[in-house]
């Protein structure tokens, strides 16, 4: 694994992390990244981990749905 890929997955780990704290469980976690999410336009937060963009737009909703921002 190169550095940038080790970067990336670093990265998704620690939005995971952030997600289990915002929604409370593993668990629900695995349900939120499957279901098409309205602050996210309907996209499904899982294929957007694929992307800095699609990073960036996860980790700027986790922040609203922490502050209890839900659209």
Do not use: F
């Amino acid at each position: 694994m190169n550095k940038l890929q080790e970067h990336w997955s670093r990265s998704r780990c620690l939005h995971l992390v952030k997600a289990t704290d915002v929604l409370g469980s593993q668990v629900e976690v695995e349900r939120w990244l499957d279901r098409p999410t309205i602050g996210l336009d309907q996209r499904r937060p899982i294929d957007l981990l694929c992307t800095p963009a699609g990073v960036e737009l996860l980790e700027e909703h986790l922040e609203r749905l922490e502050c209890g921002v839900y659209a």
